[in-house]
């Protein structure tokens, strides 16, 4: 998936001739279809089980990114990411369910992921040397082994119960956690829509831009391993959200893409943490697991909505990177203000609680 995404704008702008807007725009379209599909089939997880929500995702997603190597317009690029983003959009939530309910740690489970798109990234960088669209063939060759394996899933005991399609409770239940996330990754997501094109006019061949992304991931990899697992929800969510600042306020100062290689590893450790921690939190909290983890996922594509909007106001106003940098940074500073704040009131409302009890 992530491997795709990447080149995506390039043949975009490179190949396609297609504006820095528009490919904004095909960005927030692309978590737009996401958003829906990941609030629907989360739901759908806690309903008729994990491993068949699982399953359909990925062979949907599997035919729907073979789909980009026949892309040659805007108009059908456009579609295209429209129907990847429905079919990615399916299946994160029941996966990190079933993850849980297997017994597997948080952090180990992000780990895969975060080593999956580093090697996914290395192997469809050095493809789109030869071709851009080769990119995209390996995408769909890493979907295919993905498929087959979710075959080989083996049933765990797991209680299906029925959920209201609006879970207000479960929101509240997690709100900090979502509007944090939400909050920082739009930012970043403002950032992450015209990334690829920066890192090319940063002097980056596909190859290199892939090296890029493979650091990233190899940070989140190492940070995932060693401390994700050792720390609380919490604590892995601020350390996260400080983190993601201090690497966007890095970015504009890069003049070549080797300047930007050591920010990746403070980017690696910034996301290892506020994922990791999401993650925790909403498994961790929650009987309903794939709706809260489907909730999260869908927070995560409404920031890629919001953050592509963001970045076509910001480019449309100040062409050019480092606005768009810098606006990241400060909504980074915002979520981390805002989740101090409300985990603090959830402390002094702990305390007033127990203080009442003694009584």
Known sequence: MLSAFTYVPILARENLGISEILIAVMVGGFAATSFISSYIFGRAGDVYGRRIVIRLGLLLSTIS????IFSSSFETLFIIRLTNGFCIGMYPGALAAYA???????GRFATWGAAGWGIGTLFAGYAAGFNIYYAFVMSTIFLIIAFGSALTLAP????????PWFPIETFKRNASIYMAVLIRHSGAFAIWTLWPLFLYDLGGDPFLIAVVQATNAVAQVIFMITLSDRINSK???????????????????????????????????????????????????????????GLLMSMLSLSG????????????????????????MAMTVLASVLFWRSNRNQRTELVEESVNESF
């Not at 849980?100 to 948080?106: N, R, T």
């Not at 765990?156 to 959920?163: E, H, I, L, N």
Request: proline share 5%; aromatic share 14%; net charge positive.
């Open 100 to 106: 849980f309910e297997s017994k597997m740690k948080m």
């Open 156 to 163: 765990v005991q797991q209680v299906t119960m029925k959920v």
């Open 65 to 68: 990114f073979g789909l980009l």
């Open 235 to 293: 604590r892995l969510v601020a350390i996260g959200l400080i983190a993601s600042a201090v690497a966007f306020a890095w970015f504009p100062f890069a003049t070549n893409i080797f300047e930007i290689l050591p920010s990746q590893v403070l980017l690696g450790l910034s996301w290892a943490c506020l994922y990791v921690g999401a993650l925790k939190f909403v498994t961790d909290n929650n009987k309903e697991r794939s709706t809260a983890s």
């Open 305 to 328: 909505i919001i953050g592509p909007i963001i970045a076509a106001i910001i480019y449309s106003i100040w062409p050019g990177y480092a606005p768009i940098m810098f606006f990241a």
